[in-house]
């Protein structure tokens, strides 16, 4: 029953210092999404991928990469972090569109801020 | 492309209120549209969906109707309790998710 499974839930970091996101599902589902969420504000999509191998850029992918070497994993990479990067992070995951309309499944959250 | 709007918040009502929150989407094809609920710290979860026009979806006394002829999923809720503080969320999807901005309610005692 673990779905999708995000790391860690609260972290803070220095200007300039660079971190992972770890997010895992095992649901073997083809897509899978990062979004961000801002104090009081809705979801915004960074990156987003349909299937192993495939990443592409969403709504705010600056400052972020990820990669998708297997199904189930699709770490976010910080490299040099802002404070503007403080935010919520959800990683998603959804099946490939099929008549019964596919949903998205969504980790815990992780809390970042950046000092 | 593809968007979804939704009423903006926050709404505030009494307990036991009718609750109706507008959605209206934008779609190049006949794509499912869902309500998403996130309550305070937590993730988004599933709160209906439905799949092809005139589909209803609802679950937990909350209903939305897909309406192909007026591009909307409106949610409502008859008589709407405290516990059902939280902010919503209309997405729709179409091979990939969009999401609208998320309206926040407030009920009070």
């Known amino acids: 029953n673990a779905g999708v499974t995000q790391t860690p839930k609260f972290r803070i970091l220095k200007i300039g210092q660079s971190m992972t996101l770890q997010c895992t599902q095992d649901m073997n589902h083809n897509y899978m999404y990062w979004y961000r969420q801002d104090p009081g504000m809705g979801l915004k999509l960074i990156y987003y991928s349909v299937g192993a191998g495939i990443t592409d850029k969403g709504e705010v992918p600056n400052g972020y990469n990820v990669s998708r070497s297997t199904t189930e994993d699709f770490p976010l990479r910080l490299e040099l972090a802002a404070p503007s990067q403080t935010s919520v992070y959800f990683c998603a995951s959804s099946s490939v569109r099929d008549s019964s309309g596919n949903t998205i499944y969504f980790g815990e959250g992780s809390w970042l801020t950046v000092v | 492309g593809d968007s979804v709007t939704q009423m903006e918040g926050p709404v505030t009502l009494s307990e036991e209120a009718f609750l109706t929150i507008n959605c209206t989407y934008t779609?190049?094809?006949?794509?499912?549209l869902f309500w998403y609920v996130q309550y305070p710290g937590e993730g988004l979860q599933l709160l209906l969906k439905?799949?092809?026009?005139?589909d209803k979806g609802s679950n937990k006394g909350f209903e939305a109707t897909y309406r192909k002829e007026t591009t909307s999923f409106h949610l409502e809720k008859g008589s709407v309790q405290v516990s059902d503080s939280a902010v919503y969320f209309c997405?729709?999807?179409?091979?990939?998710?969009?999401f609208g901005s998320g309206t926040k309610l407030n009920v009070k005692p």
């Open positions: 997405a729709l999807n179409f091979n990939k998710f969009y």
């Open positions: 439905a799949t092809k026009a005139d």
């Open positions: 779609a190049t094809g006949y794509p499912s």
